[in-house]
């Protein structure tokens, strides 16, 4: 069992290290104090192929792997964990569906300019009355023709307010429950598309999401995805997908608080020598050191089985993406909670990146499913054996 990163991975990995510390960590504090949209570095993971990485050249994207793809989102998080969730939305959510659910014109009219970043996309999924519960929609899809009638509202829509192309999911039959589920890609400018402005939340400032109404969306047959009644399972076997990118986007904000604690408990003296010396403090590094490291173990093992899936699109990773989702959000927490605690009052102080650490690990536990979610998906492939 070989458990290291191949050359080209470890390229990959550099790449996203360099882009990340020379550019984009040092707008990390402003990115996040002003809630601003980082458009320039946007644009500059399109020019990297951050934005498809794992949809293959031809297609628009870089032609990677997702091992490879994890690796990159850990680096880009690990300096903003804002911009990391704008590229795993547009990769995870938008890209990879498209890539394993649409025909061959929508590729080339959708997944080329947004695996290449010419666009953005983002994920309709969740509403305001449903989230976890994710067949319960209430946005539906009625057919008049040769198009189809939108009506309803989602929420918390990442990348939304500046998203090109939304993926959304109606409820197209209520009888069948979720198999009358139906997925639509639906361009921004569309008549009765209405994106809200953004939301306030306690992190990731930079990525905006926001609320999207559809009144009376009138969209053509041709941009449905796949077929009528798939939408469901689209929407599950990208979340397989997703769930792998907010792990390791999890997994990059947790190294970051532990470098920065390593390096303050060696600096910062107390009873006369760096608290480092200390056992409370050594103790605490050495259980953030050991979880990290699981983390990314069970993060490269599940994007190790998705590109097996690639191969084989009968393989469900489900499960291992669940418990790498589950693990790293929540040690994601913990993590930044034990770092803040070593910076002691530096920590709760928004003049060091401790506290934007900290706001920014909790999302993790709840989107993308919750750890709740992650625990019911988990237990009952246990139960089922
Ligand atoms: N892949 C393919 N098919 C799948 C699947 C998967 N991973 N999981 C389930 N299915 C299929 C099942 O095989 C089943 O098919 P049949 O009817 O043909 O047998 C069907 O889907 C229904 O499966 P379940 O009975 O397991 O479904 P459920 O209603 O019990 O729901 C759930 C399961 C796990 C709770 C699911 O609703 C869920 O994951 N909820 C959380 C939703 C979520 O993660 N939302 C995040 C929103 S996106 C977001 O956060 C984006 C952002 O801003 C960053």
């Given at each position: 069992m070989n458990i290291s990163l191949t050359e080209d991975q470890q390229m990959v990995q550099k790449l996203a290290r360099d882009f990340a510390e020379r550019e984009v960590l040092p707008k990390a504090k402003e990115l996040d104090q002003d809630a601003r949209w980082p458009k320039e570095l946007v644009s500059r993971m399109a020019e990297l192929g951050?934005?498809?990485?794992?949809?293959p050249e031809e297609l628009g994207g870089a032609g990677l792997d997702n091992v490879s793809y994890a690796v990159a989102i850990e680096e880009v998080s690990r300096a903003c964990a804002s911009t990391g969730v704008i590229m795993s939305v547009n990769n995870s959510l938008v890209c990879d569906p498209l890539l394993k659910f649409a025909n061959d014109e929508q590729k080339k009219e959708y997944l080329a300019p947004l695996a290449s970043g010419e666009k953005l996309g983002c994920f309709g999924l969740t509403e305001p009355s449903s989230g976890s519960d994710a067949s319960d929609m209430q946005t539906t899809a009625v057919k008049d023709g040769d198009h189809w009638v939108i009506n309803g509202s989602k929420n918390w829509i990442t990348n939304g307010p500046h998203a090109d192309v939304i993926l959304v999911f109606c409820n197209t039959n209520r009888e069948l429950g979720n198999r009358g589920t139906t997925a639509f890609i639906v361009d921004k400018g569309t008549e009765g598309f209405n994106p809200q402005p953004r939301d306030h939340k306690l992190g990731i400032h930079a990525a905006h999401s926001c609320t999207m109404f559809f009144e009376n969306c009138r969209v053509h047959e041709s941009k449905m995805l796949n077929a009528e009644g798939m939408g469901f399972k689209i929407a599950m076997s990208t979340l397989d997908g997703g769930r792998i990118g907010i792990a390791a986007q999890a997994l990059g904000i947790a190294q970051a608080a532990f470098e920065k604690a390593v390096a303050y408990s060696k600096e910062r003296k107390a009873f006369g020598e760096p608290i480092a010396k200390k056992q409370a403090i050594a103790f605490k590094l050495a259980d953030m050191a050991t979880q990290i490291d699981a983390a990314r173990l069970l993060i490269w093992r599940a994007a190790a089985l998705k590109d097996e899936a690639v191969k084989n699109p009968k393989l469900r990773h489900s499960q291992e993406s669940a418990v790498a989702k589950l693990y790293a959000s929540e040690m994601a927490t913990r993590v930044t909670h034990q770092a803040l605690q070593v910076f002691g009052g530096y920590g709760y102080s928004t003049e060091y990146d401790m506290e934007r650490h900290y706001r920014d690990a909790r999302i993790t536990e709840i989107y993308e499913g919750t750890s709740e979610i992650m625990r019911v998906v988990i237990a009952a492939n246990v139960l089922r054996g």
């Open positions: 951050f934005l498809g990485v794992a949809v």
